[in-house]
């Protein structure tokens, strides 16, 4: 099975701070992803990965960044967290290539909460 | 552009209760289709899917058939259990560009005893 792992399951750090949040995939997936969820607004895509060192801006990627440094690895980071940012935090992974049919595999979130 | 439009939740039902959970969406070409699930505390888990027109996804109980000429894939459940209390999206791919995956809003579903 698929594993995709965040590295915690809840934060809690205050406005300004700079935060990372960490995601690692254990199937050599290609494809890596950050979605955002809240309340009615259903899940947001920040940023997405489709190879090392490469990324793309998703929907909402203000005020986040993204690295890529190994295939495994995809990390989050809030350059200076701000209370709006408080939400939860969905990683997920997929196969490539183009047109594939695979679908996207999810960790369990990080609920982050910016005081 | 390309959506995906859920009805609107919470759905409340009773134990062992038939569930509908209408989805249609807006695309391009030949998307594939697929029905996660969501439950309390945890991400989200591939429910089931369909890549062509016609096919019909199935797991755990749940089904749902992808039809190209209303633009829907439905997700059915023939008598729903406690334990599928959860919330439901409805997601589309798109085959012409990198794996971005489109999701519905969400429909949260509640089975009482």
């Known amino acids: 099975d698929v594993k995709v792992t965040q590295s915690s399951r809840y934060l809690v750090k205050r406005t300004g701070e700079k935060v990372f949040l960490e995601c690692v995939q254990d199937m050599d997936h290609e494809n890596m992803f950050w979605y955002r969820q809240d309340p009615g607004l259903g899940l947001r895509l920040i940023y997405f990965?489709?190879?090392?060192?490469?990324?793309e801006k998703g929907d909402i990627p203000e005020g986040y960044s993204v690295s890529r440094e190994k295939k495994e690895r995809f990390s989050l980071i809030l350059e200076s967290a701000s209370t709006n940012q408080t939400s939860m935090y969905l990683c997920?992974?997929?196969?490539?290539?183009?047109?594939?049919?695979?679908?996207?595999?999810f960790g369990d979130g990080t609920r982050l909460s910016i005081l | 552009g390309n959506s995906v439009t859920q009805m609107e939740g919470p759905v409340t039902l009773s134990e062992e209760a038939f569930l509908t959970i209408n989805c249609t969406y807006t695309a391009t070409g030949y998307p594939s289709l697929f029905w996660y699930v969501q439950y309390p505390g945890e991400g989200l888990q591939l429910l089931l899917k369909a890549t062509k027109a016609d096919d019909k996804g199935s797991n755990k109980g749940f089904e749902a058939t992808y039809r190209k000429e209303t633009t829907s894939f439905h997700l059915e459940k023939g008598s729903v259990q406690v334990s599928d209390s959860a919330v439901y999206f409805c997601?589309?791919?798109?085959?012409?560009?990198?794996?971005?995956?489109?999701f519905g809003p969400g429909t949260s579903l509640s089975v009482i005893p």
């Open positions: 997920a992974s997929s196969l490539s290539p183009l047109g594939s049919n695979q679908p996207q595999h």
């Open positions: 997601a589309l791919r798109k085959k012409t560009s990198y794996d971005k995956v489109i």
């Open positions: 990965s489709y190879d090392v060192k490469m990324k």
